[in-house]
């Protein structure tokens, strides 16, 4: 294209973390620009976002609703909109602007519940619109190098997945020392969904053992709990897998885990070798084997996958992260929108952004947690995507 894409945003106002994030990660190319939205559902917070980000005040909105009216009506009008508001109005508002006629980048969950996610599906179906869900941690260099190693048989057949998420933030909670760490939205079952740990955490381990080795769960058995007290919303959650295949795993996430941070990691055995990758060391893919030395592949060097180099930045030695993983999602999303303005088909392999089917996956392995936790049966099936 011979411009760059045109932004809007749905909530990321003053004071909100993820939306400085998706700003960042959408800026990093160069390919984006924000021009319009709508930051808070209180209109002069709103306004007063849009002059935080020297925005148009005629493009700054009171409500999502008369943002996508007026947007429609331009002939400039947004590509594209990011959702990152809370989580039960995911579903009203990525409705609301793909029926409208645009694309949508949304944050994860992508709805509060399996049937609004089912029904969102068939309404990015229906429109034909691009639909990008932001399960960001796909975006790494060396998740895609493991995700091309599984694919190519390096590991051999699948046995066992092993799948953490913990972190500790709000174990100062239990004993009401804290200072209500984890957010009163995210605790609130009418906005956050039937889980708290799960929905925002646990997620994202599920996701991406999902992304690197293809594999669907059959059955699953969990136990949830909520440590914190008066807590509606589990704190903390562990998860046996039985995967279609044959092969087993453990998912576990939690935010009561004393002294971790954001210590998402996943180790997946094979036949002919196993492979571990750690967020809080992205740089990194460690390989092991029985009888050889283990190996350890790095980012940014020769010897990697063609999906690892494409998402690269930075030379071999110069680390990249988060907002570099993140933007790798914009800048797939970005590249499909641009086709799809320019009327290009999309490459013989898609392209490589979680999607309306990921985001489908990911509310059936939160609600099937949920039963199972709460069920004496324990181990249930996994829903039909």
């Not at 990525?94 to 709805?111: Q, Y």
């Not at 909520?226 to 998860?239: S, Y």
């Not at 196993?274 to 809080?280: G, V």
């Not at 013989?348 to 990911?362: H, K, R, S």
Request: glycine share 10%.
């Amino acid at each position: 294209m011979n411009r760059k894409l045109r932004m809007g945003m749905v909530g990321g106002g003053r004071g909100a973390f993820i939306g400085a994030v998706h700003r960042m990660a959408a800026n990093l190319d160069g390919k984006i620009e924000l021009v319009a939205g709508a930051f808070s559902s209180d209109p002069e917070k709103s306004k007063l976002s849009g002059e935080d980000f020297f925005l148009d005040p005629e493009r700054v909105y009171g409500s999502y609703a008369e943002m996508a009216e007026k947007e429609a009506a331009r002939e400039d009008k947004v590509d594209f909109v990011s959702i990152v508001v809370q989580n039960h109005l995911h579903f009203d508002v990525a409705k609301t602007f793909l029926e409208a006629g645009f694309n949508v980048i949304c944050d994860k969950p992508m709805t509060r519940t399996l049937e609004e996610a089912r029904r969102l599906r068939e309404i990015v179906d229906e429109t034909g619109k691009v639909f990008c869900l932001t399960h960001n941690y796909t975006g790494y260099p060396m998740v895609k190098e493991a995700r091309r190693m599984v694919a190519d048989g390096e590991l051999g057949r699948i046995l066992k997945i092993v799948a953490e998420y913990p972190q500790g933030y709000a174990v100062g909670d239990v004993e009401g020392e804290g200072q209500g760490a984890i957010s009163n939205w995210r605790a609130d079952p009418q906005i956050a969904g039937s889980s708290n740990c799960m929905g925002d955490i646990g997620t994202h381990a599920h996701n991406l053992v999902r992304y690197i080795t293809g594999l669907e769960i059959d059955e699953i058995c969990s136990e949830l709990t909520a440590f914190i007290p008066g807590r509606e919303l589990d704190d903390d959650g562990n998860n046996l897998i039985r995967f279609e295949g044959g092969a087993k795993g453990i998912i576990y996430a939690s935010q009561i885990s004393n002294g971790d941070e954001n210590a998402l990691n996943v180790r997946i055995y094979g036949t002919k070798a196993s492979l571990e990758w750690h967020q809080e060391d992205p740089n990194e893919l460690i390989v092991k084997y029985a009888n050889a030395p283990r190996k350890v592949y790095r980012r940014g060097n020769d010897y990697l996958g063609d999906a690892a180099k494409a998402n690269t930045r930075t030379p071999f030695a110069h680390p990249e992260g988060f907002i570099e993983a993140f933007a790798n999602i914009y800048l797939a999303a970005a590249g499909a929108i641009a086709d799809q303005i320019e009327g290009k088909e999309p490459p013989a392999g898609g392209y490589d952004f979680p999607d309306a089917t990921d985001g489908v996956a990911g509310l059936a392995f939160i609600e099937t947690t949920v039963k199972s936790s709460a069920s004496d049966q324990k181990w249930l099936k996994f829903p039909e995507l």
